[in-house]
């Protein structure tokens, strides 16, 4: 597997890596912990595996600011923006912004990854991904995500009104919403593939989101080597207790979990 690399600059001594913070209007104490985040965090870099945002229709919604959502995107672009000014900024797309493209990059002043990629930092190979393309145990989803992620799907899609792309984006939401209600629960990454990934990438560590289901996790292959999985955390300040971590990694030390909620 060729990855797309991500070379860290010479003077980055941390980065932090999140994911799956699921920003949306009607969620305003996770936006606001993550606005503050990214206002005084003191990484030089930071990375964002997918899901920045509960739902993306289309790029065209950043010059939408008489629509409700198109509002919401804009504050989302300014807390980015400013970001941008003193740090470098990254994001990866996720399984519900899957159509953050070229526009969201220049408005937004970040740049995007390809899933799966590698970063070279602090003398380690480290595979970053959204994670939703390991759980292969979720058949429905990966069908689902093979469909959308196809160009036709996606010319299909984005042909459609803005109204109309925000209105099924809506029926997908409750119906995500409903099938957790009854207890649906998200799968977890396959360890073979996992090792698969990581042994073509030539890399020990995989940092990923997706599965809601934060840890660490260390095995070892039939080869002898230790292999590392650190799953990050979702983000929901409303919960009970509030969710929310930032993986911090500073040159020459361990990685940490950070809490800003």
């Given at each position: 597997m060729l990855c797309p690399q991500v070379d860290a600059a010479p003077s980055w001594r941390t980065i932090d890596l999140m994911s799956d913070l699921h920003l949306q209007a009607n969620q305003p104490a996770t936006f606001a912990a993550w606005q503050h985040h990214m206002a005084h965090t003191p990484a030089d870099a930071v990375f964002?595996?997918?899901?920045?945002?509960?739902?993306?229709?289309?790029?065209?919604?950043?010059?939408?600011?008489?629509?409700?959502?198109?509002?919401?995107?804009?504050?989302?672009?300014?807390?980015?923006?400013?970001?941008?000014?003193?740090?470098?900024?990254?994001?990866?797309?996720?399984?519900?912004?899957?159509?953050?493209?070229?526009?969201?990059?220049?408005?937004?002043?970040?740049?995007?990854?390809?899933?799966?990629?590698?970063l070279n930092f602090d003398g380690q190979r480290l595979l970053l991904s959204h994670g939703d393309a390991l759980c292969l145990g979720d058949?429905?989803?990966?069908?689902?995500?093979?469909?959308?992620?196809?160009?036709?799907?996606?010319?299909?899609?984005?042909?459609?009104?803005?109204?109309?792309?925000?209105?099924?984006?809506?029926g997908l939401r409750e119906q995500s919403e409903s099938l957790k209600a009854d207890g649906a629960s998200y799968a977890d990454a396959d360890p073979a593939m996992v090792a698969q990934w990581l042994?073509?990438?030539?890399?020990?560590?995989?940092?990923?989101?997706?599965?809601?289901?934060?840890?660490?996790?260390?095995?070892?292959?039939?080869?002898?080597?230790?292999?590392q999985r650190r799953v990050l955390s979702d983000w929901d300040a409303s919960a009970t207790p509030p969710r929310g971590e930032v993986l911090r990694w500073t040159k020459g030390n361990e990685p940490v979990r950070h809490r800003p909620l």
């Open positions: 964002i595996l997918g899901d920045l945002f509960e739902v993306w229709v289309g790029d065209d919604i950043c010059h939408s600011p008489n629509t409700p959502e198109g509002a919401f995107a804009q504050q989302c672009l300014t807390v980015l923006q400013a970001a941008a000014q003193r740090l470098a900024l990254f994001v990866m797309h996720g399984n519900r912004d899957f159509l953050l493209s070229a526009d969201f990059a220049k408005q937004s002043g970040c740049t995007l990854l390809a899933d799966p990629c590698v058949v429905d989803y990966q069908h689902f995500r093979r469909q959308v992620r196809g160009a036709a799907w996606r010319t299909a899609f984005l042909a459609k009104p803005l109204a109309q792309r925000i209105a099924v984006a809506k042994q073509a990438a030539q890399a020990t560590t995989l940092i990923h989101g997706h599965t809601h289901q934060p840890a660490d996790h260390s095995f070892t292959t039939s080869t002898g080597l230790t292999l």
